[in-house]
């Protein structure tokens, strides 16, 4: 069993940053390859990106690349996304997941854990 945490959501104005940070516990983290969702209301989970076993691959969403990054810290068991001019558009809660593999992809199906969310608001 992994457990995982978000934190670091927030209300932020178009243009700003935020950084998320995922901590996890109960497994080996280096295990598992790592990605962030995010759902809007009255929409459906969406992958944001991903991150392999060792942090030496990463896949974006088309609509955030060149704007966010995610990396890990496999001593410190925590994965992030740094989140850079953000837009209105990426109101939404995200979600950290974990998936029992040394890739994980794009796909919801792929991830074994997931954290509770967090709630990011971007105003205009």
């Known amino acids: 069993q992994v457990q995982l945490v978000e934190s670091g959501g927030g209300l932020v104005q178009a243009g700003g940053s935020l950084r998320l940070s995922c901590a996890a516990s109960?497994?080996?983290?280096?295990?598992?390859?790592m990605g962030w969702f995010r759902q809007a209301p009255g929409k459906e989970r969406e992958f944001v990106a991903a991150i392999n076993w060792s942090g030496t691959n990463t896949y974006y969403a088309e609509f955030v690349k060149g704007r966010f990054t995610i990396s890990r810290d496999n001593a410190k068991n925590t994965v992030y996304l740094q989140m850079n001019s953000l837009k209105p558009e990426d109101t939404a809660v995200y979600y950290c997941?974990?998936?029992?593999?040394?890739?994980?992809?794009?796909?919801?199906?792929?991830?074994?854990?997931w954290g509770q969310g967090t709630q990011v608001t971007v105003s205009s």
């Open positions: 109960g497994r080996t983290f280096s295990n598992y390859a």
């Open positions: 997941a974990a998936a029992n593999a040394r890739y994980s992809g794009r796909s919801s199906a792929n991830y074994d854990y």
